[in-house]
């Protein structure tokens, strides 16, 4: 039985940050390809909306999301990943830490 007893704050600030980063990635891809599809079926009316008005610029302007999207997600993993690091490492000492079941081969 092995304890882990204290997480390193950097190497989780970064492992959260590339998380978040490829997370937000997806969430751009979704956000500005989706509007995009919507904003085309309603330019060829096919569909009717009262929320957009078809192709415009604000379609282009939301292909930004490909790239804040990632950075947004990036930061908050990155600080998500300092704070909790340092909650864990904070209470581990009351609680005993995680306990696990390690194979050495």
Request: charged fraction near 10%.
């Amino acid at each position: 039985m092995a304890k882990i007893i204290r997480v390193g704050i950097l190497f989780s600030a970064k492992l959260l940050t590339i998380y978040g980063e490829g997370i937000g990635l997806i969430m751009g891809i979704l956000y500005s390809f989706g509007g995009a599809l919507i904003d085309i079926l309603v330019s060829l009316g096919w569909i009717t909306s009262t929320e957009t008005p078809g192709l415009s610029a604000g379609t282009a302007l939301a292909f930004m999301a490909l790239i804040g999207m990632p950075l947004i997600f990036a930061a908050g993993g990155f600080f998500l990943g300092i704070f909790g690091a340092l909650f864990y490492n904070l209470t581990s000492k009351w609680s005993g830490g995680i306990e696990m079941d390690l194979e050495l081969d």
